[in-house]
Every structure is written in C-alpha cells, then in structure tokens.
C-alpha cells in the first residue's frame, strides 16, 4: 500500500520550495494546486483560483480564517475558548457541475481520538504515564477538499469518487507536556512550570487522495437525497509541528517527530443535500512502529460538501 501511494504521489505531485520568502508550491500535473507562504505572523495557505481554498493563521490573534468558495469561517481562540463565525462573501457560484453530484469536495470539521492506545513500549505501567492523552473537544480536524472526480452509471446515482484534499489535525494534549525526540523514541517533556499554560498540542497536516463508493439512495430528508459513501482515504505527510500557548509566548517546533509519512484511513459517509456526516478511522499508526505509543487516529465529525 505504501509503495502504491507513493508512485501515486510521485507522478501526480511535484513540490517547489522558494526559500527566500519561506513559501511552499504543491503542482498537480504542472498546474499549482497549492501555495503556502509561513510569514514572520501569519501562515497563509491558498488552494487554487479565488474560488478555491484560502486559509489564513493569525499568530498574534491565535485566529484561523478560512474561506472556501464564498464561505468564510472564522476560528478564533481566546480565554473564553474557541468560537466559530460564519460569513459569506460575493463570488459567483461555480458554473461546472459534474455528471453526478458527489460530496467529497467541500469543507469538513472533526473530532479526533485514538482507538485503543498502547504505551507497552514504555513498560508496564507507562513509565510516564499515558502522555498523549487528549482534551477532545479542542483536538479538531480541519479538511479542505479542493479536488473531485467522479465516474458515475447512467442513472447518476452511483459513483466511484477520488480527488484530493487537505487534512489538518490537532492533537491538544490533556496534560501540561509536549513531546519530544530522545533515545530514538518519542517521550514528553513537562511543562507544568509554564506561567499561565493555555495550550500544548500536536498538529500534523496530510495531503489527502480519496477512493470511496457513493450512492444516492431513494429515500429523501425533506426534498433531499439521502447518501451513503465508504471507501479509503490514502494520505501523504507534508508537515508537523508542536505548539505551546503560555501567558503571551508561542513557542513553535518543527520537525518530523517519528511519525509515519503514510496514512490509510477507512471511512463511512452519511448525508443528505448539502451536509454530511462523516467517521474516519486510520489503519496506520500516528508514529513508526517502536518510536512513540501506538496510536491509531479515529475521527468523527461533520462536512459541508459543494460549498
């Protein structure tokens, strides 16, 4: 599976790096899908045309803006937690429709936990502790799905779909630790002596190719279709880093942090219209086999296709 989804990646990707101003070109077939620009305050993705994907962090704000088409979401995080504004903006609405109206391309928001953790590699109990615990409600999944394809029968109501997206994930961390590499392996790093600790967590962001089995059923939820999909959802490992909110300090680390560069995800789709609900489950481990606790992603959560 591995080697399939990098001959996949291989062909269909080229990336180019600019280093002078820190920005990052993701090319699909020569054409330029995907352009991030990590300034000095901010980290500015834009996928595709005006009428694509543009997401805008705000480091100072701690405020995610992400437009998809002419919806606007606002993410902001302060003391009083996190909230979500919705606007909308003046575009003209997209003029191509494909032969069956499937529901991958669109917006998406999820809740991750792990399936099952096992810290046996740190003995028995965990010599320290199960670390990766998480506050669940702040550990989100963010998916931008810009690309779609499908190959649909005569009768438009069934459907072999693929595409490609983007997927951020959080894993906000419970405890008061980040984790770092030593020893060849992943341990946690206390942090309980930080001032006025907001935040630590984990974020890890996949370059995603959908391939699912869709079907509009005959049954309706007021004049719309009722749909179930399934299938798998490969993803490639395109950056990682930790981040630590204390007092009015940010302090952010790149690096790879032993995780897996590949992921496969099984997946289960049900919606009707415009919205969907959706339960992703990684087959994968988070980390390399013996490098950190074996954790398998799960997320449920929620999508806003054709948006």
């Given amino acids: 599976m591995k080697q399939i989804l990098l001959l996949v990646f291989s062909i269909l990707i080229s990336v180019s790096l600019a280093a002078q101003n820190d920005s990052t070109k993701i090319k699909v077939l020569n054409k330029n899908i995907v352009t991030v620009v990590d300034g000095i305050h901010s980290t500015k993705v834009k996928v595709g045309n005006e009428r694509g994907v543009e997401v805008i962090t705000d480091e100072f704000g701690d405020t995610t803006k992400i437009r998809i088409g002419k919806h606007v979401f606002n993410v902001v995080e302060n003391h009083d937690g996190s909230h979500l504004r919705v606007t909308?903006?003046?575009?003209?609405?997209?003029?191509?429709?494909?032969?069956?109206?499937?529901?991958?391309?669109?917006?998406?928001?999820?809740?991750?936990?792990?399936?099952?953790?096992?810290?046996?590699?740190?003995?028995?109990?965990?010599?320290?502790?199960?670390?990766?615990?998480?506050?669940?409600?702040?550990?989100?999944?963010?998916?931008?799905?810009?690309?779609?394809?499908?190959?649909?029968?005569?009768?438009?109501?069934?459907?072999?779909?693929?595409?490609?997206?983007?997927?951020?994930?959080?894993?906000?961390?419970?405890?008061?630790?980040?984790?770092?590499?030593?020893?060849?392996?992943?341990?946690?790093?206390?942090?309980?002596?930080?001032?006025?600790?907001?935040?630590?967590?984990?974020?890890?962001?996949?370059?995603?190719?959908?391939?699912?089995?869709?079907?509009?059923?005959?049954?309706?939820?007021?004049?719309?279709?009722?749909?179930?999909a399934g299938g798998v959802i490969g993803g490639l490992n395109i950056g990682s880093h930790t981040k630590i909110k204390y007092k009015s300090n940010k302090v952010k680390e790149r690096g790879n942090f032993y995780l897996n560069e590949f992921k496969y995800e099984l997946t289960g789709r049900i919606g009707f219209g415009d919205f969907c609900f959706f339960a992703n489950y990684s087959m994968v481990p988070l980390f390399k086999d013996q490098k950190g606790p074996e954790l398998h992603p799960f997320t449920i959560g929620f999508s806003f296709p054709n948006m």
């Fill in 88 to 228: 909308k903006i003046d575009i003209k609405e997209k003029s191509w429709r494909s032969s069956m109206n499937a529901h991958w391309a669109g917006f998406e928001l999820g809740f991750n936990m792990f399936h099952n953790p096992n810290y046996s590699l740190y003995g028995m109990p965990p010599a320290y502790g199960e670390f990766m615990d998480l506050h669940q409600a702040k550990s989100l999944t963010f998916n931008f799905n810009f690309l779609e394809f499908v190959f649909s029968n005569r009768q438009k109501n069934f459907g072999l779909v693929t595409g490609m997206g983007l997927n951020s994930m959080n894993f906000r961390f419970d405890q008061p630790v980040t984790i770092i590499k030593e020893n060849g392996r992943i341990i946690p790093l206390d942090i309980s002596s930080y001032e006025s600790l907001n935040k630590s967590k984990l974020n890890v962001t996949y370059l995603t190719v959908p391939l699912l089995l869709e079907l509009k059923t005959p049954l309706r939820f007021n004049s719309a279709h009722v749909y179930i």
